[in-house]
């Protein structure tokens, strides 16, 4: 449950942060960011594993660049299903995917892994 609760705000300020550099992502409030972040943990958790599966023929022909517009179908389908947070278009979703892709892979970086110092 930590470890969700603190994915869902490293995802939050990915999001934050994509808002502030991607023209086209934004959200009306701090509740609705929040609520963004939550949205896209479950629907990360549930839909894209299904949708990773359906499309590794095309991922695999792509050389794994198609998972960015897997990723943005992600972010835009958390658009369409809550009010206060928009993304405009496919670029501004990619560009979300590339930011908050990009934030959690720092901070992941920055902090360790208990599974890993457990088994050592």
Request: no cysteine; net charge neutral; aromatic share 8%.
């Given at each position: 449950m930590v470890r969700f609760v603190l994915q869902?705000?490293?995802?939050?300020?990915?999001?934050?942060?994509?808002?502030y550099l991607v023209p086209g992502v934004g959200f009306l409030s701090t509740g609705s960011l929040v609520a963004a972040a939550v949205l896209l943990g479950l629907v990360n958790a549930v839909v894209r594993p299904i949708l990773v599966f359906i499309t590794f023929p095309l991922t695999v022909i792509t050389l794994g660049l198609f998972l960015l517009v897997v990723n943005a179908a992600m972010i835009g389908l958390v658009a369409s299903l809550l009010g206060g947070f928009v993304v405009d278009g496919l670029w501004a979703g990619v560009g979300a995917a590339i930011v908050t892709g990009l934030c959690s892979w720092v901070v992941g970086g920055l902090i360790p892994d208990r599974r890993i110092e457990r088994d050592s």
């Open positions: 869902a705000v490293v995802t939050a300020l990915g999001l934050w942060l994509s808002a």
